[in-house]
């Protein structure tokens, strides 16, 4: 795979194709393998780059300062290959990323499309209800001892991942074939603590949000926007789709049947139709 040495980091990326630029940000518990299913679709119509955020997959690097690191890299990134304007897909943790690159530069972004949409603005719907009981691991992953607990052995490796893949997917032998595979890679050095720090740098934004405070600035984001949003996703409910009117003022929502949160891996021939149908458009030559 490519690398490219930024100051702090060594920034691993899948490229593959050619045509207008499509950005790929991967989530947690994920690098960019997880596109697996959707890269070589993608691929035939445009020139893709999927990266591994900072210490996951192969991104090996400093400990992410603060929510603004990862934005950085992606800067980084895309300047470094000279993408003036693209398009940025993304899921989960690399939605909240995608989400603050184009508040700080709308005007080189094609669009954004996806795959559900976290945001700070869903606020204390986190905790109403029994929707608290999902998130636990949100703050147990910024314990000193995540690391040292999850990491203690293969199986334990093994079934705390399992656990994520198998109750977020609407099927949930979804990454059965997968599961040795993302265990081998989250126990390889660092990378668990490297997919936890996320949790602990959002943070202080996650409890505001909770307490109901404002945390983005407004305007909405207007780079028009598409999301995909599993109708089973349990920690993400398909329910929460409406409240990205308030993030975005151009947006197309569409509910993913028989997906839950990883549309991309569980529905990968509906996503790469949606994705490729979404950046044709927006990359049509004007008139």
């Known amino acids: 795979m490519p690398e490219l040495r930024v100051p ?6 899948r490229r593959e194709g050619a045509g207008p630029p499509l950005v ?11 596109w697996r299913h ?21 991104s090996v690097g400093a400990e992410a300062r603060n929510v603004e690191h990862y934005v ?32 700080r530069h709308p005007g080189r972004l094609a669009g954004l499309f996806f795959l559900d949409c976290p945001h700070f603005g869903l606020g204390p719907r986190w905790v109403e209800g029994a929707q608290v009981r999902e998130i636990w691991y949100q703050s147990f992953h910024q314990l000193p001892l995540a690391e040292s607990l999850v990491g203690a052995s293969r199986e334990s490796c093994r079934a705390y991942l399992a656990h994520f893949l198998s ?64 109708a089973s ?33 569980e529905q990968p021939a509906l996503a790469n139709a949606r994705i490729v149908s979404f950046f044709a458009e927006r990359f049509a030559p004007a008139g």
């Open 24 to 34: 790929l940000l991967h989530g947690w518990p994920e690098w960019s393998t997880v």
């Open 72 to 103: 950085d890299d992606l800067e980084a990134l895309v300047d470094a290959l000279g993408l003036e304007r693209f398009g940025l897909v993304s899921h989960d943790v690399g939605a909240f990323v995608a989400q603050l690159y184009a508040r």
């Open 38 to 58: 959707n890269v070589p679709a993608l691929a035939e119509r445009f020139d893709v780059v999927a990266p591994d955020l900072r210490n996951f997959g192969d």
């Open 8 to 13: 702090d980091l060594l920034l691993s990326y």
């Open 167 to 230: 109750h977020w997917s609407h099927r949930p032998t979804a990454f059965d074939d997968a599961l040795d595979e993302w265990t081998d890679m989250f126990l390889r050095p660092g990378r668990l603590a490297g997919g936890f720090r996320w949790y602990a740098v959002a943070s202080a934004r996650r409890l505001a949000a909770l307490r109901g405070e404002p945390v983005e600035s407004p305007p909405p984001i207007a780079v028009p926007t598409y999301t995909l949003w599993g």
């Open 233 to 265: 996703d349990p920690i993400l409910p398909a329910r929460w789709a409406p409240t990205l009117h308030e993030v975005f003022s151009d947006l197309r929502i569409e509910i993913a049947p028989e997906a839950g949160h990883f549309v991309h891996w």
